[in-house]
């Protein structure tokens, strides 16, 4: 149209030189229709440009779970604007679901729950939260999702998931000897086999299942007791749950490493992740951390109460708090779950390699009367909560019962924290608690 417009103008001025008696009449007509296509050519189409006609609404719910907000476009038949998919929101908060769920509310007053944390994730993303509760009753503080607990076995993961990243980077390997990252020997005097880091990482090893109360001493005064911490049998012939095998593993990285085991993880985990947590408890104020309440008990375990044993600043000489002593929150611990589900990668950062995570996945050792089937760490369900099929681990101390559980295909998954809760487990050997939050969750809060 404009170049029409010009060429028009070009003849007008041949006509106005024309003579005078058309002049006049030529200079008016010339003026009038070069007005007219002047608008029809650049001001309409602008002030069209310009203006959001065409309004497209997308049906599928927004990432927030929330109706999705309308989107505009300027594209027209002519000229089509090719479609381009939204980056996803990796920082966006997860949606709550507390005080609008009557489902998620009744399964902790059927179980008399004192507090409850859960995460739910889909497609390797945190979707929603939920708490119920209390942090602490007596001082009237309410469970939120930022309240710190201390997640008992759920620890493991990250020992299991750190000591991985070490055997990635060819520091040692799954059957390296325990006692050759140690530096000195730790050997069973009735086992022929000398224990490996796979050994204490799928409880096959042969040192005993110690309790938490029997954390008194350091590591080395403990190795010393040859008595109380041997089994009579050779390692990887029986698979017995040893809190005290994932205790050494930890001191062997914390040895290793020659610092402590909250500057390894700050380091390779919870700095990169934007996670606050820590193995030890005097890191936080304490309105920040859960008391732990017992099932129809009205007192609580208080963080000062929980065991007495010896923290040492000497890498390699702490061991306890590995096995369970973690302090985060399940929104936190999700991201952890979110790496392994999502093959070592999160938010576009690799934390394990792809084949690290298949290997934490494969079958080492099925257990005699277990309904699962041990890996490196993580249990295996080969078909679980809503047919699925399900990596998991449980967590139970002090009045806390815990899970988490990732499914590898859809990469959806739930993590779970209780207190007050009675200890009655399902036929997968997870707590009756954690189990309906998860089943729950698997069927109903995650697209399918």
């Known amino acids: 149209m404009t170049e029409k417009l010009k060429e028009f103008i070009k003849k007008c001025s041949c006509w106005i030189n024309q003579p005078g008696k058309y002049k006049a009449a030529v200079v008016t007509s010339t003026v009038s229709i070069a007005a007219i296509l002047l608008l029809c050519s650049v001001v309409v189409p602008f002030i069209l440009a310009g203006k959001d006609d065409t309004v497209a609404v997308s049906a599928a719910p927004g990432a927030s779970g929330q109706p999705a907000q309308q989107s505009t476009s ?14 996803p929101i990796y920082n966006a908060e997860p949606i709550s679901l507390t005080g609008t769920s009557p489902e998620l509310y009744n399964i902790a007053n059927k179980y008399g729950c004192a507090g409850v944390q859960m995460a739910v994730i889909e497609k390797g993303e945190i979707k929603s939260t939920y708490e119920y509760g209390w942090a602490d009753r007596d001082a009237g503080i309410a469970m939120t999702s930022d309240t710190k607990i201390r997640v008992a ?28 990252i140690m530096g000195y020997p730790i050997e069973n005097p009735y086992s022929p086999t000398k224990n490996t880091l796979r ?16 954390y008194r ?17 050779d390692a990887g012939k029986e698979w017995r749950y040893s809190n005290f095998g994932i205790g050494i593993c930890g001191a062997a990285l914390e040895k290793h490493e020659g610092v402590l085991m909250q500057s390894i993880i700050d380091e390779r985990w919870m700095n990169p ?10 890191h936080f104020a304490p309105n920040m951390i859960s008391k732990h309440y017992y099932h129809d008990k009205d007192g609580a ?25 973690l302090h985060i929150s399940a929104k936190d611990y999700a991201k952890l779950v979110c790496i392994m589900a999502n093959d ?16 934490m996945e494969t079958v080492q050792f099925t257990p005699d009367e277990q309904p699962f089937e041990q890996c490196v760490i993580l249990r295996h369900l080969k078909s679980g909560y809503d047919g699925r099929e399900l990596y998991f681990h449980t967590g139970n101390a002090y009045g806390v019962l815990a899970s988490f559980c990732y499914d590898p295909i859809t990469k959806d ?34 697209a399918h």
């Not at 799928?202 to 299942?209: D, E």
């Not at 992740?273 to 005097?282: M, T």
């Not at 007050?420 to 608690?433: A, R």
Request: charged share 20%.
């Open 301 to 325: 375990f208080t963080i000062d109460q929980l065991v007495k044993v010896k923290y040492s600043d000497t890498p390699g000489e702490s061991y306890s708090m590995f096995a369970g002593g």
């Open 413 to 446: 998954g739930v993590v779970v924290v209780t207190t007050g809760v009675e200890e009655l487990s399902d036929q997968y050997k997870i707590y009756n608690v954690c189990a309906e939050y998860m089943d729950y969750a698997l069927k109903n809060l995650i």
């Open 344 to 359: 070592g990668e999160y938010h576009g950062r690799r934390y394990l390699a792809a084949d690290t995570v298949s290997q």
């Open 74 to 87: 300027a594209s027209t038949a002519a000229e089509p604007t090719a479609v381009t998919a939204a980056p």
């Open 217 to 233: 001493d350091t590591l080395t005064e403990m190795l010393s007791q040859s008595s109380v911490i041997w089994k009579q049998t």
């Open 273 to 282: 992740l934007g996670i606050d947590a820590s193995f030890r408890s005097e």
């Open 153 to 180: 076995s759920l620890s493991k993961l990250l020992v299991g998931m750190t000591a991985m990243q070490k055997v990635e980077e060819g520091d040692f390997t799954l059957d390296t000897y325990i006692g050759d």
């Open 199 to 214: 050994h204490l990482l799928t409880h096959t090893s042969s040192l005993n299942a110690i309790q938490y109360t029997d």
